[in-house]
Nanobody, 119 residues
């Protein structure tokens, strides 16, 4: 089993910044891709940013130039971060950490963390 634990959410004014963190623990051989998704009220969950083990990245068009995804591997620690700058009201959502764990590409999700951007 793999657990993903997110932290760093909260309330911020438009134009501000937040940094989300997600740490993976458990029976991990290796993680192929770690990503952040978000879901706003009444909307479908959408990909925000993803980073593979080979360091390839992908961003939603709506966050390009404002958000940066990074990963850290320190011994047994696997973590992914999302630096969010120039936040907009429309960035308000529950943000979920996502991991594809090798060798079978099993998918895991975090519990979600609220990010609220006020006008």
């Amino acid at each position: 089993q793999v657990q993903l634990v997110e932290s760093g959410g909260g309330l911020v004014q438009a134009g501000g910044s937040l940094k989300l963190s997600c740490t993976a623990s458990g029976s991990i051989v290796s993680i192929h891709t770690m990503a952040w998704y978000r879901q706003a009220p009444g909307k479908q969950r959408e990909l925000v940013a993803a980073r593979t083990g080979g360091e390839a990245t992908r961003y939603a068009d709506s966050v390009k130039g404002r958000f940066t995804i990074s990963r850290a591997r320190d011994g047994a620690k696997n973590a992914v971060y999302l630096q969010m700058n120039s936040l907009k009201v429309e960035d308000t959502a529950v943000y979920y950490c996502h991991a594809d764990v090798l060798p079978d590409i099993e998918t895991y999700w975090g519990q979600g963390i609220q990010v609220t951007v006020s006008a």
